[in-house]
């Protein structure tokens, strides 16, 4: 691994952990999406399906708090928003650190 995939491959696991943040500090979640916006043509194929595995999961994972918010029960879905971003970002790290792609970055799950 070069020096700068192992630098890319570092501000990857980064949004992770900034997406899971966001559940106490919404402002984050923000942050790890600009990372990935900013680093996802720079790097290796495999280190790209994470940064669009990443891209996804927060604007999926935004329309579905958003319906959240004005379905009833809300703290249903919500909860299963929960669960999907701490999944999706469990996984990803997985991924992440065995040095393997997302295998479907563009799944609506996990």
Same mark, same amino acid.
């Given at each position: 691994?070069? *020096?700068?995939?192992?630098? $890319?491959?570092? !501000? #990857?696991?980064? %949004?992770?952990? +900034? ?8 402002? $984050? *979640?923000? #942050? *790890? +999406?600009?990372?990935?916006? %900013?680093?996802?043509?720079?790097? /290796? ?9 990443? !891209? ?9 708090? %958003? !319906? ?13 928003? +929960?669960?999907? +971003? ?11 650190? /065995?040095? /393997?792609? %997302?295998?479907?970055? #563009? $799944?609506?799950?996990?």
């Amino acid at each position: 691994m070069s *020096g700068d995939n192992g630098k $890319t491959r570092r !501000i #990857a696991q980064a %949004v992770y952990i +900034l997406y899971l943040a966001s559940m106490l500090v919404a402002i $984050t *979640g923000l #942050a *790890g +999406l600009i990372l990935a916006y %900013v680093h996802r043509d720079k790097t /290796e194929d495999w280190l790209q399906s994470h940064f669009r595995f990443q !891209i996804r999961t927060f604007w999926i994972g935004l329309l579905y708090s %958003v !319906i959240g918010v004005f379905m009833l029960p809300n703290h249903v879905l919500l909860l299963f928003v +929960l669960g999907w +971003l701490i999944l999706r970002c469990a996984r990803g790290l997985k991924w992440l650190d /065995e040095g /393997e792609p %997302v295998p479907d970055p #563009a $799944t609506w799950l996990w």
